[in-house]
Structure formats: C-alpha cells, structure tokens
C-alpha cells in the first residue's frame, strides 16, 4: 500500500521558497484570496485547484482530498 502525504499549502509554498504575493500572482489571485486559501478561511474555487496542483508540482489528492 502506498504512503499518501497530504501537503498544506503553506509547505508547499515554502519548498518553492516563494512569498504569498509571488505564489498569488503566479495563480492569478489576489494576495487576500491565496493568504484565506493557506489559512483554511476559504476554499481553494475549483477552477483553480489544478492551477494550484500544476505550479506546485503535486497531485490534486496530495493537497486537497483526506
């Protein structure tokens, strides 16, 4: 049985050694919306979660599925 890692996007964004601005505008959010997403406050919308996955370099269940 494989190992599953579930990352958070705020180690995600430190392995990248970028800021929040940085990892934002490379998403095309705001800082608001990338720094609610870290936090949990809100969620990541859908038409931006395989963005999320892609500039992260991970699978979308590696970050958002339990």
Known sequence: ???VRQ???KELRARKD???EETAKAL????QTY???EKNISNVA???VLAVARHFGVKISDI???
């Not at 095309?28 to 800082?31: A, C, D, N």
Request: proline share 5%; no cysteine; charged share 20%.
């Open 64 to 66: 958002f599925l339990p």
């Open 1 to 3: 049985m494989d190992d």
């Open 7 to 9: 990352y958070t996007l």
């Open 46 to 48: 859908v038409s931006k």
């Open 28 to 31: 095309g959010v705001s800082t």
């Open 18 to 20: 970028e800021t929040q």
């Open 35 to 37: 720094n609610a997403w």
